[in-house]
T-cell receptor
Framework: DAGVTQSPTHLIKTRGQQVTLRCSPK?????VSWYQQALGQGPQFIFQ???????QRGNFPDRFSGHQFPNYSSELNVNALLLGDSALYLC?????????????FGPGTRLTVL | QKEVEQNSGPLSVPEGAIASLNCTYS??????FFWYRQYSGKSPELIMF????GDKEDGRFTAQLNKASQYVSLLIRDSQPSDSATYLC?????????????FGQGTTLQVKP
């Protein structure tokens, strides 16, 4: 049973650049949520995609955008990178109709902005 | 702003003891609650979820939920050094499957041999 996968594992960018992170959900899941986790903090919800649409959004600027593909995989795009965007970016997948929307996390992408 | 509060610790317990981790949440509408374990440098791993008031047991882990007090706890029996990690408490926002989990900052648990 394939779990949630993310790529790349690590990424180094400079301020002002743009980045794209990728996620494939766990087999049987149709929903992808993205979180940002700064060092020493809990994950912060960015947004959730279901049926190729953004369903929920957290308190993040429009520089953060995403997409979901017909095979349920998803991308997170961040434009005009700031130093403060350095964090672990986590993708979580779930099955929309599951009770409580239990989410399972991928290994994460560590983004460093210099 | 809806919040989940946890004591950051570290909580230190001897091997074989019971570790008790607690969190409180502010959103009275939350219906689903989760405990994740996160080892240093790794991603969160789901340990347990609980939706109903009372206790839910799974092996050495017991989750407890008290919606009236807006309180969730996790008990780890027979703690092992391998349990040393950060434990994240999360609450689902609102009463439906909104998809948004609100996390606490995590409690660091140290189990000493």
């Amino acid at each position: 049973d394939a779990g949630v996968t993310q790529s790349p594992t690590h990424l180094i960018k400079t301020r002002g650049q743009q980045v794209t992170l990728r996620c494939s959900p766990k087999s049987g899941h149709d929903t992808v949520s993205w979180y940002q986790q700064a060092l020493g903090q809990g994950p912060q919800f960015i947004f959730q995609y279901y049926e190729e649409e953004e369903r929920q959004r957290g308190n993040f600027p429009d520089r953060f955008s995403g997409h979901q593909f017909p095979n349920y995989s998803s991308e997170l795009n961040v434009n005009a990178l700031l130093l403060g965007d350095s964090a672990l970016y986590l993708c979580a997948s779930s099955f929309r109709l599951a009770e409580g929307d239990t989410q399972y996390f991928g290994p994460g992408t560590r983004l460093t902005v210099l | 702003q809806k919040e989940v509060e946890q004591n950051s610790g570290p909580l230190s317990v001897p091997e074989g003891a019971i570790a008790s981790l607690n969190c409180t949440y502010s959103d009275r509408g939350s219906q689903s609650f989760f405990w994740y374990r996160q080892y240093s440098g790794k991603s969160p791993e789901l340990i347990m979820f609980i939706y109903s008031n009372g206790d839910k047991e799974d092996g050495r882990f017991t989750a407890q939920l008290n919606k009236a007090s807006q309180y969730v706890s996790l008990l780890i029996r027979d703690s092992q050094p391998s349990d040393s990690a950060t434990y994240l408490c999360a609450a689902g926002e609102g009463s439906g499957n909104t998809g948004k989990l609100i996390f606490g900052q995590g409690t660091t648990l140290q189990v000493k041999p």
